[in-house]
């Protein structure tokens, strides 16, 4: 059974057993899943079931969920449950949870709270609120294992028995001096393996990779990538130890950061919330610029055809094959645009490359444009039944289609080049500049091998 | 200084420094350098010199480095090294790694390496070249940690002494009873934390999370991110311990996975090697095959306005609009099943949500087109001087705006629902399919509306 069976399995149970007020089964059904799956199954729930369920968890349980739950519900059960049950879970979630949270929530919700937390936790969560949106500072949590360089390791060994269970990570201890400035890092192997009265100074790993707090998230989801990392210490100014972000934080960062590529691909306007959860107003904003972006360049076909408007007078027939080499110089220019742009993201090629690529692309694009132009020829000869109307369309496809391939490829690399983010020369402005051309290449061409 | 512009100033002094035959200098260059930075400064020297930096690495530098570099110049310097300097690097190598080394290498030199390591090592890495590629058993290590559930403690840290320094993951010790079953797991801080004499069986945490060795990549990937784990193990089908997953390779999974998403999204083939890295050939043929099936949906557009050549006929000035509905169309379709596609991959929608996202992106839609259309209709009326026209031009556009909502957000469903990728229902296809459907409402709408 997958797991997304088993939490269909369990939220229709869990729902019958809600809907007979079987408190006591529900509770029963609960206690062996995994919160990652009852937070799933309880989000499946209809909306009245929702804090029902939530509250038949242990206080312990319940924190856990929580956490998992979607943002959405995370808000709508802070309004359903009483005060002192939020309080309890908010003040026990780890900081950098927390702090995503209150992102969400009303200010006046936020600023209740936030009185009524341990001045710990207040403490900690307000210095993660104090960093910039999209930097280390704002992912880090504060919930770290540190221990001072001049420790033994039997002391240090005693210490971590005292921390270790109000901690959320617990992989990496991060070595500072008198003055809190990170040193060095020990693993918990490191410390198990070496002897009890060597001092961590002696035995740390002094080649520390660290990121600032203002270093850009995407910035540190790589670093943790490149170096294989399972959480990476977060410094401030001063070289003071502030945070860690953690792997799976950077996992939620870098699943982001791929909807704003796909999103920026399909000319969508990324960042902000759930598409899904948003409202048709919202949905229809994020979409509402480009299109019209898009629909001024295309308003350049409109004229270029206008304007030789005597060419489709005399064969109308020519109409008929627009729409045809248009999209195809729109679909080859958008598999030249996605792999350069991927490539680019991925730092596969840099601009240095340039040149080179789109060479390759051109020549990849010529070879693609001579199968499908000869395959068009075929077709339109035996529609209209005229050699030299179905030359044209033919020798047009090859010119459309390479057309596409140079601008696919080259237009990401300039975009990157004067600073712009590559993917805006994605699959629809490429098509747009392609077809303004296109249309032109098309009926200059028709009046040449037709001698209109 | 970024990570980027340090690779690139190591690049650029080592290049120097290997041409002045600076050998002493270039070493002492590459000293406190990263592993993965070296290895990126190497992939960016030129081709001879590839091989000359790597000798100057020490033993051991040379393997991490090795790990990290790309896979077609790991073969590049498989073939410049001498074979006992390939024989070292390649027994040191972590067996999951070198299993996809062996992937990429000819066959001959797989059998000529197989047969030359160390019988230990030759195993392991038969053992992960025997898993189908794309499972758990192909991107797992067999080093790990594991201890037999009746061992105390002190007994148990003694064991890790021995065993630790030859393992590459360290954050979790796996329990086993006596037939190699696994039966919990235990992370160094549990054995920091326990007194010294209890056994292992009483400590333990018993609700594993485990996958098999059959389960697809993508599948281990969301397990990890789902869970917030570091290493997941992997058991065979009679729940022995075989292997772990660690979450690096599971960041490289996911870049995968992305990628051929995008890909798909894109209208390019996805899957096998990297793109940049295979020659216009390979390239062309990963695209042909979906211009092909696009070119075919494209003649239907041909064909209907063929059919309708008479209403062109008579006025002629309707051609011109042909090129900015059917891109406006395209443009709306592929918003709507760039978010849907995403939504499904994602999980953030289901297939029973269908209809609620449909409506909801048909709503959109008809927003989006109201606006459009107003902006086309002034724009038609200025370019042709006929209300009518305009009007045409206007209503077609809300059409096929609200027609393209609809089958970009409903066919990603209706392929997900049948068992196909939904991604196959991307902007290309949508678009081509819009055409069809959207040239023909706007050649009917003419008739009806110019009386023709």
Do not use: C
């Amino acid at each position: 059974m997958s797991r997304q069976e088993l939490v269909e399995l369990v939220r229709s149970q869990l729902q019958a057993l809600l809907q007979q007020k079987n408190f006591q089964g529900a509770k029963a059904l609960l206690v062996p899943v995994q919160p990652a799956d009852i937070a799933q199954a309880i989000e499946g729930l209809p909306k009245a079931m929702q804090a029902i369920a939530f509250r038949l968890l242990s206080k312990q349980e319940a924190i856990e969920v929580y956490e998992y739950l979607d943002s959405s519900i995370q808000q709508s059960l802070i309004a359903e449950l009483r005060q002192q049950e939020v309080l309890e879970i908010v003040d026990k979630m780890s900081p950098d949870d927390r702090a995503r949270l209150f992102d969400e929530l009303p200010a006046i919700v936020v600023q209740q709270l936030l009185q009524q937390l341990s001045p710990a936790q207040r403490e900690a969560t307000a210095l993660i609120l104090g960093y910039k949106e999209g930097t280390a500072g704002r992912i880090m949590t504060t919930e770290y294992l540190s221990v001072k360089e001049d420790l033994t390791v039997s002391q240090a060994i005693e210490r971590v028995r005292v921390l270790a269970s109000a901690t959320e990570i617990i992989y990496y201890l991060y070595v500072t001096d008198r003055e809190r400035r990170l040193t060095g890092t020990l693993s918990f192997r490191d410390l198990v393996i070496a002897q009890p009265e060597q001092r961590l100074g002696e035995i740390m790993t002094r080649d520390v990779i660290f990121v600032h707090t203002d270093t850009d998230q995407e910035e540190v989801a790589q670093i943790i990538q490149r170096y294989d990392l399972v959480a990476v210490p977060v410094v401030d100014t001063e070289q003071r130890l502030v945070g860690i972000v953690t792997v799976d934080d950077v996992l939620d960062v870098l699943e982001q950061e791929t909807t704003e590529d796909i999103y920026t691909l399909g000319g969508v306007e990324a960042g902000g919330d759930n598409y899904f959860q948003a409202n048709v107003l919202t949905a229809a904003r994020k979409r509402v610029v480009w299109l019209f972006v898009l629909l001024i360049a295309n308003t350049g076909t409109t004229a270029v055809i206008s304007a030789q408007e005597n060419v489709l007078e005399q064969v109308v027939a020519l109409a008929a094959f627009i729409p045809l080499l248009i999209d195809t110089g729109g679909n080859v220019g958008a598999q030249s645009s996605t792999v350069v742009i991927r490539g680019l993201n991925l730092r596969e090629v840099g601009i240095k490359k340039a040149l080179q690529v789109v060479t390759r692309e051109t020549i990849t694009g010529a070879l693609l444009g001579v199968m499908l132009g000869i395959a068009v020829i075929f077709w339109a000869y035996l529609l209209e039944g005229s050699l030299p109307i179905a030359m044209t369309v033919g020798t047009s496809l090859l010119t459309i289609t390479i057309l596409a391939a140079v601008s696919g490829s080259g237009l990401p690399f300039l975009f990157g080049a004067i600073g712009l983010d590559p993917a805006l020369m994605s699959a629809p402005f490429i098509t747009s500049i392609v077809d303004v051309l296109g249309v032109f290449i098309y009926l200059m061409l028709a009046r040449a091998i037709l001698q209109l």
